[in-house]
């Protein structure tokens, strides 16, 4: 059954940019923890060089990934993945179109009726594949709603003292979460635990 994944990588004090939006420090690991390579595809591909662990960490999270759920910031600072995220077509919960989208040949959708709305476009489009989640404020979302299945963070060994936080706005706390799944790699520890149902 697709299960909806928050997947976002932050510092160890919680946060998954600075005050400037900036991801650097939270996303050095992807580029310099390693010499294993690791291709992200889609229209704008990457190339990661990570451990052995994170890459089998990658490889095993991004293989269950058939469609993305964001925000319009994640989407705006991402611009736009190219027109093609590399997890499958995404689904960019919005209040209003972005100018100059949709484009041909782009598997960029966007949402503007709502939470529920996305996540029944994105499962559908994922088949029997989960969701990725991006972006602090839809996962905050998503936790409330009760329509998170699994947070998958990787801690980044850095503490970056302000800016925006995965965590923040959340209702019904205390969120109880299953067990973790902890896989070290090198400058990272990458997390995933269960969202139990209320």
Do not use: C
């Not at 390579?37 to 229209?43: A, H, K, R, Y």
């Not at 293989?63 to 027109?83: H, K, Q, Y």
């Not at 923040?168 to 520890?189: F, K, S």
């Amino acid at each position: 059954m697709s299960k909806v994944v928050a997947i976002m990588s932050m510092s160890l004090d919680g946060y998954v940019a600075d005050r400037n939006d900036g991801v650097a420090e939270v996303f050095d690991w992807y580029m310099n923890s390693g010499d294993v390579e690791f291709q992200t595809g889609g229209s704008d591909p990457m190339t990661f060089k990570v451990s052995a662990a994170s890459a089998g960490h990658l490889r095993g999270l991004w293989s269950r990934l058939g469609a993305v759920l964001t925000g319009r910031r994640t989407f705006e600072v991402a611009d736009g993945w190219g027109g093609n995220h590399a997890w499958g077509p995404a689904f960019v919960l919005t209040h209003q179109l972005p100018a100059g989208w949709p484009r041909p040949n782009s598997t960029v959708h966007f949402v503007t009726d709502g939470l529920a709305s996305a996540v029944k476009q994105a499962k559908k489009a994922a088949g029997a594949k989960d969701v990725g989640v991006h972006g602090a404020d839809t996962i905050q979302q998503l936790l409330n709603a009760g329509l998170l299945d699994e947070i998958s963070v990787d801690i980044a060994a850095v503490l970056l003292g302000s800016g925006v936080r995965l965590f923040d706005h959340l209702a019904g706390t205390p969120a109880l979460l299953g067990n973790p799944t902890v896989i070290q790699g090198v400058g990272v520890t990458h997390l995933r635990y269960p969202v139990r149902k209320a």
